[in-house]
């Protein structure tokens, strides 16, 4: 991104206030007295959960919503900010969630801006509206659609540019390139210099959307979660079907893009720590600890095959595919790591 896009997406005055709100509260901090070490707070923590369909978990029903056209976010009822508030209560860790604004198709920039739902039905405010004075927490995960994993898919299975891909948003990147070719378009020329574009494009959203968070809630500790991983090292493992199944986990992406395309997750997930870091807000490291649950773990993969039918059901018994999401093996553990973190937080 240039300089000069970077002063279209930037805000100051929000730079400027949050850092002095973040400086008022350091002050507070250090003149207050000391916390337990081990002791969660008593009283319930006021959270806002927001974010993209690993948020909202997508792909897991019963949905929420139903009958209005939030269903077509397809948050499910039990997605990993329910599953972990649960956790948590479990521990005596009690959440108040003020609410849980994450949606399918969400980019970063919907986090200040309307986000417009598929079919034309509509569109939502803000995720950063659901933001109170009194928040403390703000969990959720956010950036693989910036990116545009769902148009590098694309780019790599001549299935997805198909009719099975037809639910899942984007275009190819360059759909004159033949998906076989995917493992050297990304490698170099025009393909890698969109993808270094894209990776600029998220560092810059994911500082404003911290920043955001920082102005609307100056007492709320932000937390960015990252993305489970898909591809596993030994892509030898994506050659066979998981049990019951007949398409292979990854489809017909041709086995020497697979790790070009964990190369992409892999500094996708680096950038949105370095984010993380830099404005001081906690990160949730998932693709370090999900190298044995991907989608080509068979019985253990906590990723939804690529094609593989989902629990959500379209109507006249049509599942939609997972389109690699997590499945309910791979929502528990995200909802395990995220409430670890949350305590952790808390305890602090």
Known sequence: MSSAMRKTTKTPAVR???????????????????????????DPVPTVFFGDSYTANYGIAPVNHEGSE????FQAKENYPTVATRRLADKGITLDVQSDVSCGGALIHHFWEKQELPF??????????????????????????????????????????????????GTPVDGDQPAAACRDFFASGDGKEWLDGQYERVGWDLEELLERIRYFSPDAKPVLVGYPRLVPADTKKCLTAAP??????????????????????????????????????DFVDLYDHTGNNTACDGAGRGIGGLLENSRIDFGGGQKLPWYLHPNEKGRDIQAERVADKVEQILNR
Request: charged residues 20%.
């Open 120 to 169: 034309g039905l509509g569109e939502l405010p803000p995720q950063q509206d659901a933001l109170k004075a009194d928040t403390q927490l703000a969990v959720g995960s956010m950036g693989g659609n910036t990116l545009g994993f769902n148009r590098i898919l694309k780019q790599c299975s001549a299935k997805l540019r198909g009719d099975e891909g037809a639910l899942l948003p």
């Open 70 to 73: 939030k269903f077509f976010c």
């Open 16 to 42: 400027r206030l949050a850092a002095t709100a973040a400086a008022f509260g350091s002050c507070l901090a250090l003149a207050g007295p000391a916390a337990s070490a081990d002791a969660a707070p008593a």
């Open 244 to 281: 019951g199944q007949t398409e292979l986990p990854l489809a017909d992406i041709p086995q020497d893009a697979l790790p070009v395309l964990d190369q992409i997750q892999k500094r996708l997930d680096g950038d949105m720590k370095k984010a993380a870091a830099d404005a001081g807000a």
